[in-house]
């Protein structure tokens, strides 16, 4: 089964900067979707960007648009989420998402990681 792994996180000053990526363990026939949620202490998660399978198209929660920028790389089977200008607001468990189909023949999934943790001081 393969699994989401994802890296990156860690302590930034607020105005910081950090960067995700999560990437499938094991080679896939074909990834869709892939996106990122977070979770903050007491909070449900919620939906932070995604981006499209050829890359050409992304989406962004009205509170990060004009400082995170989601990518990816293919052909590494790849999500990244660079965060710059960031705010304690923006600390909590962040988890990749990706609907993946594993061969040809099986039916597509949707696939978490296993969150990491980004925490901006004040």
């Known amino acids: 089964q393969v699994h989401l792994v994802e890296s990156g996180g860690g302590l930034a000053q607020t105005g910081g900067s950090l960067r995700l990526s999560c990437t499938a363990s094991?080679?896939?026939?074909?990834?869709?979707?892939m996106g990122w949620f977070r979770q903050a202490p007491g909070k449900d998660r919620e939906f932070v960007a995604s981006v499209s399978p050829n890359g050409g198209q992304t989406n962004y929660v009205d509170s990060v648009k004009g400082r995170f920028t989601i990518s990816r790389d293919n052909a590494k089977n790849t999500v990244y989420l660079q965060m710059n200008s960031l705010k304690p607001e923006d600390t909590a468990v962040y988890y990749c998402?990706?609907?993946?189909?594993?061969?040809?023949?099986?039916?597509?999934?949707?696939?978490w990681g296993q969150g990491t943790q980004v925490t901006v001081s004040s």
């Open positions: 094991e080679p896939t026939f074909y990834i869709y979707e």
């Open positions: 998402n990706a609907v993946i189909q594993m061969s040809r023949e099986s039916l597509t999934r949707s696939y």
